[in-house]
């Protein structure tokens, strides 16, 4: 008994260790953005909110920030689209295809994202030449559809593990029902199916927004001339000037990111598909 007691100490202690290995970071970010000097140093001589009223003034962030949400809502939108449908597909007809099928949708999240970031650019500058072959002049490399493709790759793996997360418990037995009343396998999905899974999707959606909005490596070897999102913004400020304001534009995106994870737990238990 003393010996598992000790194992047990060991093992809260090594998890406590991990756990402020990864929260210190945020705390020293979100604790720089209230500094009262510009140029960091301990021990502060002050707290003041404005650093955040200085990040409204940065072009490049507000511009940033505008780009990731749109990306990242058209980013969700497609990813739904596509993995719902595939969730449905893996729970209710599974066959001997099953298991590759779902290897190859949850891939994107084996892949080391900078490689993944490597090999979509690649992909896009292919299929440009290949477009140009054909006569047509349509630029891929660049565009803002480009950017939206790779950022729905990467969500797809979130949505189908989320939304399968909540069709696994589902009891069949109430589509069977509305079926015998007569109603069509559409009406069954769009009526009884999707309003059952609902906080699934809704979990989904917010964590693919998440995912897409804070994503650095896609949109480095993707994002077109003249845009940037906010990872990259807050990159490119932090090569030329470094103070508060940059530190308080982290803790807006750490804000929205907790919000988001938050709400995504309240519908779906993370721990049951990270």
């Known amino acids: ?3 598992r007691s000790w194992r047990r100490l060991a093992l809260d202690a090594a998890a ?13 970010v979100s604790w720089l953005a ?23 003034t940065q072009k490049a962030i507000i511009d940033g920030f ?26 209710r007809y599974m066959s001997w295809w099953g298991g590759a099928a779902s290897t190859l949708l949850l891939m994107p999240l084996v892949v080391p994202a900078i490689v993944l970031g490597t090999a979509i650019y690649v992909a896009e500058v292919e299929a440009e030449i290949l477009v140009y072959g054909f006569g047509i002049e349509t630029p891929v490399i660049g565009t803002i559809g480009g950017l939206i493709a790779a950022h729905a790759l990467i969500v797809l793996p979130w949505v189908v593990r989320l939304v399968t997360a909540s069709l696994v418990g589902f009891d069949r037995s109430i589509e069977e029902a509305a079926q015998n009343l007569g109603a069509t396998p559409m009406v069954t999905l769009r009526r009884i199916t999707l309003p059952v899974i609902r906080p ?10 998440v995912i897409s909005f804070s994503n650095l490596e896609l949109s480095l070897f993707l994002v077109g001339a003249g845009r ?32 988001a994870m938050l709400i995504t737990d309240r519908f779906v238990k993370l721990t049951q598909v990270v």
């Open 16 to 28: 406590l260790a991990s756990l402020a290995f990864i929260l210190v970071p945020l705390v020293f």
């Open 228 to 259: 940037t999102t906010l990872p990259i913004a807050i990159l490119q400020y932090l090569e030329w000037k470094i103070d508060p304001t940059i530190a308080a534009a982290s803790v807006v995106q750490i804000a929205i990111i907790a919000a």
């Open 200 to 209: 699934g999707v809704v979990a989904a959606a917010l964590f693919a927004f």
């Open 66 to 91: 505008v780009m990731s949400a749109e990306v990242g809502v058209v980013a969700t939108l497609v990813g739904l689209a596509l993995g719902v449908p595939a969730a449905l597909g893996l729970v």
């Open 34 to 56: 209230f500094f009262k000097q510009e140029i960091p140093s301990f021990p502060p001589e002050g707290y003041t909110l404005h650093w955040f009223s200085s990040m409204l």
């Open 1 to 3: 008994m003393l010996q």
